[in-house]
C-alpha cells in the first residue's frame, strides 16, 4: 500500500510512468509495478474516471462542521510555516471533500477528492488505512496530478477514535518517491486539531453537565441530559425508562439538535408519566438536550424499580434474564428447594438473596456444614454457596435430608466445571427439576446499561452520578466478561474510587482489553502475551503508537501488523 511506511525497495517514477501509460493503453504491464497502485488504478477505471480530466466539478461552500469550525483556527496559525513554492495545505472531511485550503492552490484543484471522483490520491488512501499515506505523481491516475506529491494524515475524532477527516500537503513532485517533506508539517496539524476537538468536546460536556445539574435539582427527580454521544441519566429515571425509550429520547434530542429548536417540546406521555425535551445551548447553538420525566398519576413501582441502588440481584431487562428471574420468583413462591446454575460471576448469590427472606448462608468453599443445617430443619431458608465445593459427607448428608424432607427452604448456588462425583451428581438430580441456569452476562448485553446503575455507587454530595460515553458503552457491551456481573463490578468500583477525570466516562478510561474489544480469533499463547504487552504500552504512552513501539523495541510497521493480525 502507499503510504508513509513504504518498503524499501520502490520502482523509479520514471518506470512507474512507463507503466501507467502501458496501463492506460491496454498494454501488459511489466514486473515489479506494486500490487496496490494497480488496484488504485483498476478501481479508478471500474468508477468510470477519465484520466485526462481537465475541469473540477464547481466549487461549492463547504458545509459548516464541528471540524472545520476547530481546524480552521489552527491551521490559519500554522499556514505561514507552508513556506513559498508550490506547496499547498488542505483540510478535508471524511469523504472526502476539501473544507478548507491555502498556499499555492493549483486551478485545477478538485473538491470532491473520492476515489470515485478523482482516482487514487493521499487524501482517500488515509481515510482508508487511518494512518499517514503518500501518493506521488505516476501513482495518481489524473493526467493533471503526474507532477505532484501529496501526504494525508488523518483527524480522529476523541470521542470514537473514528477518522473524521484528513490534514493533507501537496507539493511538487518529490524526487523518486522518498518520504514527503510535509510530512512533518501534516502530523503536526493534525495534532493540533485532534487537540483543539477534545477541548471544545469537553466545553460541550461541560455545559451539558452543568444543565443536567440544573435540572436534577433535588434528589430524586427524573431527569436525562443527551447529545448525540453522552448520556446522563438519574437514578430515578434510570428506573422509569427501558432502553428502547432511552434511544427514542437520544433520537428526538438528535433531531431537537439538528434542527436547531430553540424552544423546550412536549413528548407524548408515555405509561403514568411525562417529559419535556429542554434545548441546551452554547454560543447560539443547540448542542444537546434535557429531558425531565413527572409522573401524572401515582407510579407502580415494581420489585425491581424499588430495589435499593446496590441491589443488582434483579437488575436487567434483556429476555434470557427476564426469562431466569421470573422462573425463579415463581419456584420460590413455594418453601422448596431452588438450585440457581451460572458460571462464576453471573450473580447466582445476589439472586437468591433478593428470592429468599432473611436466609442464614454459609459457603462451601470456605467450611463444612454445621449448625445451619439445624436452622434450616427448624423452618430458616438456608442459602448454600458454591455447592460444588460441598465435601463428601456434607453431600450425603443433604441427601439423606432431602430424601425425608424434600420441601426444606434450601437454595443453593453451583457453578459448573469438574465432574461431579456420584454423590455430588444424586444431589443435582434430586434438585435438578427445581433449578434454574442464569445466562452468562456476554448472552444479554443489553443488560450493561441497567447494570451500571445499579452497581454505580451514589456519588459524594455535590457530585454528579457515574456516567459513560456511547463509545464506553458500546465497548463494555461488546467485551465477553469472562467475570461476567462480578467482573463489571470491580470495573465501576474501581472507576468510581480512582478517576481523577470529570464528565462522563470515556473509552479511553475503560481497561485494556474492554477498550480494545475481544480478539476476533483464538490467539496462540505468544500472540495473548504480544498482544498484551502492546496494550500495555499503548496504555502507558496514551495511545501514542510510534512511542509505544519505541518502548517495545520494535518498528512502528511491526507493531501495526501486529496489531491487524490480532484483529483477524
Not at 493549483?106 to 487514487?120: R, T
Request: hydrophobic fraction near 40%.
Amino acid at each position: 500500500m502507499t503510504t508513509a511506511e513504504r518498503p524499501i525497495t520502490r520502482p523509479t517514477l520514471t518506470s512507474l510512468r512507463q507503466a501507467r501509460e502501458l496501463f492506460l493503453r491496454g498494454h501488459r504491464l511489466p514486473d515489479g509495478v506494486p500490487e496496490d497502485v494497480v488496484a488504485a488504478w483498476k478501481r479508478a477505471r471500474f468508477f468510470g474516471v477519465r484520466h485526462d480530466v481537465r475541469e473540477s466539478a464547481p466549487a461549492v461552500s463547504p458545509p459548516e462542521s464541528p471540524l472545520l469550525a476547530a481546524a480552521r483556527p489552527v491551521l490559519e496559525r500554522i499556514a505561514p510555516t507552508l513556506g513559498g513554492g508550490q506547496s499547498t495545505l488542505l483540510l478535508t472531511d471524511d469523504r472526502p471533500r476539501v473544507l478548507w485550503a491555502t498556499g499555492s492552490i493549483p486551478a485545477h484543484l478538485h473538491h470532491d477528492l473520492s476515489e470515485q471522483a478523482v482516482g487514487h490520491n493521499s487524501a482517500a488512501l488515509a481515510l482508508h488505512t487511518r494512518r499517514r499515506a503518500e501518493v506521488h505523481g505516476p501513482e495518481h491516475f489524473l493526467d493533471l496530478w503526474q507532477d505532484i506529491s501529496a501526504v494525508s494524515v488523518p483527524v480522529r475524532s476523541p470521542e470514537t477514535g473514528q477518522p473524521l477527516g484528513t490534514v493533507t500537503v501537496s507539493s511538487g513532485l518529490c524526487a523518486e518517491c522518498g518520504p514527503h517533506p510535509g510530512a512533518p508539517l501534516a502530523e503536526a496539524a493534525a495534532t493540533a486539531v485532534e487537540a483543539e476537538l477534545l477541548a471544545r468536546s469537553r466545553t460541550v460536556e461541560r455545559v451539558l453537565l452543568d444543565a443536567y445539574l440544573r435540572a436534577a435539582g433535588e434528589h430524586g427527580r427524573a431527569v436525562v441530559a443527551l447529545d448525540g454521544r453522552n448520556r446522563l441519566v438519574s437514578e430515578t429515571a434510570g428506573r422509569w425508562l427501558s432502553p428502547e425509550e432511552l434511544a427514542a429520547l437520544e433520537r428526538r434530542a438528535v433531531a431537537m439538535m439538528r434542527a436547531g429548536t430553540q424552544t423546550p417540546v412536549r413528548l407524548p406521555e408515555g405509561p403514568g408519566r411525562a417529559a419535556t425535551l429542554i434545548p441546551v445551548h452554547r454560543l447560539g447553538s443547540v448542542v444537546g438536550a434535557v429531558a425531565v420525566l413527572e409522573p401524572v398519576e401515582p407510579v407502580e413501582r415494581t420489585p425491581v424499580a424499588s430495589m435499593p441502588r446496590t441491589g443488582v440481584g434483579l437488575a436487567g431487562r434483556s429476555v434470557p434474564w427476564r426469562h431466569a428471574v421470573g422462573r425463579a420468583l415463581e419456584l420460590a413462591g413455594s418453601a422448596e428447594p431452588l438450585l440457581l446454575v451460572g458460571e462464576r460471576g453471573t450473580g447466582k448469590t445476589s439472586l437468591a438473596r433478593e428470592l429468599a427472606s432473611d436466609p442464614l448462608i454459609t459457603d462451601a468453599a470456605e467450611s463444612e456444614l454445621g449448625p445451619e443445617l439445624d436452622a434450616l430443619l427448624n423452618g430458616r431458608p438456608l442459602l448454600i454457596r458454591h455447592a460444588e465445593r460441598l465435601t463428601p459427607s456434607d453431600t450425603a448428608t443433604l441427601n439423606s435430608l432431602l430424601d425425608t424432607r424434600p420441601g426444606v427452604p434450601l437454595l443453593a448456588t453451583y457453578t459448573p466445571g469438574a465432574t461431579p462425583g456420584p454423590c455430588l451428581q444424586r444431589l443435582l438430580d434430586t434438585l435438578a427439576a427445581r433449578s434454574v441456569t442464569l445466562p452468562a452476562l456476554r448472552e444479554r448485553p443489553d443488560d450493561i446499561r441497567v447494570l451500571l446503575t445499579a452497581l454505580s455507587p451514589g456519588p459524594p454530595p455535590g457530585q454528579p452520578p457515574l456516567t459513560w460515553t456511547l463509545d464506553a458503552l458500546r465497548a463494555l457491551e461488546q467485551h465477553p466478561w469472562p467475570g461476567n456481573v462480578t467482573e463489571l463490578a470491580h470495573l465501576v468500583r474501581a472507576l468510581a474510587e480512582h478517576r481523577r477525570a470529570t464528565g462522563p466516562v470515556r473509552r479511553t478510561e475503560l481497561p485494556d482489553p474492554v477498550r480494545e474489544g475481544p480478539a476476533p480469533r483464538p490467539l496462540t499463547p505468544m500472540e495473548r502475551a504480544e498482544r498484551t504487552a502492546i496494550l500495555e504500552a499503548l496504555r502507558l504512552h496514551g495511545g501514542n503508537k510510534a512511542r509505544a513501539a519505541m518502548a517495545l523495541g520494535i518498528g512502528r510497521a511491526t507493531l501495526y501488523r501486529k496489531l491487524r493480525g490480532y484483529r483477524g
